[in-house]
């Protein structure tokens, strides 16, 4: 049966909020062109005053030099600015006739860049403020890396390549299946049961039972004391998170209150005989949290 009555007789409308842009912040926009052998590639990056990425990228599928390239760029970024609802922007490019040009210090005498130079004016009218800067090539490497990857392959009609995301690695990736289990075992306790008993834990899947074959290769076993191998065949004995802490701490103050340095730290103790998977990151973190330091 169909209910005649209207639970929310007082809603008349139903809308989407609008995206809130604080009204004081600046953004940064980094914009570059790629010209190679397999094709035309542009990229730009937005980066709000927060930290904020907004990283856009296209190929080109027309024949265009590379100054038309490094303003199809610039364009790109300032049309995605807008749909952001920026306001205040500064632009940086390492291209120096693009950036001069705008900034009506260099004369535009190229005619296939005369109507990139009229459109780009007109999209700067849309900005509260905008500014244009040059920067040199090193300072400009992720917009280069955005151009140069789209210029590499081509993209079918219709389709669209996702947003790549980078992520920050701070520890070597074979450490990432030795930290400290929540199951109450000690680090290495996996691949310890794997080399003692050929044992895997209950319940591992087979991506898992592969990574610890993988892993217990650089590992040696003896009297029940579980060591790795490093590059120059010297075996290091594996210790558990209070040992490691112990050992920080007495290697940190020394016997003469030295107070070193978080990798130096980290290379004694592997000198000394001893590691444990996070050992550097561990060690670094010890010595800036140091309060003596």
């Known amino acids: 049966m169909v209910k005649e009555e209207f639970p929310d007789e007082e809603i008349l409308t139903l809308k989407d909020e609008p995206k809130k842009q604080s009204q004081n912040e600046s953004w940064s926009m980094f914009f570059d062109g790629a010209s190679n052998i397999m ?25 265009c030099t590379n100054n038309m390239a490094e303003y199809e760029a610039c364009i790109l970024g300032l049309q995605v600015a807008l749909d ?3 306001t205040k922007l500064e632009v940086y490019g390492d291209s120096a006739l693009v950036i001069y ?27 509260e403020s905008i500014n244009f800067e040059h920067t040199p090539r ?49 680090l290495y306790f996996d691949i310890h049961q794997y080399i003692k008993e050929w044992k895997y834990p209950v319940g591992a899947f087979d991506n898992d039972k592969k990574t610890i074959r993988r892993r217990a290769i650089g590992f040696v076993l003896h009297e029940n004391i579980l060591y790795k191998k490093s590059f120059d065949s010297i075996l290091l004995r594996c210790v558990g998170q209070k040992e490691s802490r112990l ?36 060690c670094i973190s010890y010595a800036r949290k140091c309060h003596k330091c």
């Not at 005369?114 to 900005?127: C, G, H, K, N, T």
């Not at 081509?154 to 920050?168: Q, S, T, Y």
């Open 247 to 282: 050992l920080m701490k007495e290697f940190h103050e020394g016997t003469f209150g030295t107070h070193i340095a978080g990798q130096v730290m980290a290379r004694k103790i592997m000198r000394a005989g001893y590691f444990w998977s996070t050992m550097e990151k561990d």
């Open 138 to 186: 090193e300072g400009n490497q992720l917009a280069d890396a955005l151009a140069t990857l789209s210029s590499m392959f081509a993209i079918k009609d219709g389709c669209e390549i996702p947003v790549i995301r980078i992520r920050r690695h701070e520890t070597q990736a074979h450490c990432c299946t030795l930290e400290e289990k929540e199951d109450g075992h000690p």
């Open 84 to 86: 952001n609802e920026v």
């Open 39 to 63: 094709g035309h590639g542009i990229g730009a990056i937005l980066i709000s005053s927060q930290g904020k990425h907004i990283p856009v990228t296209a190929r080109l599928y027309f024949e």
């Open 101 to 127: 040009q705008l900034r009506d210090e260099w004369e535009t005498k190229d005619y296939k860049l005369i109507p990139y130079r009229a459109y780009v004016q007109d999209l700067m009218s849309q900005f």
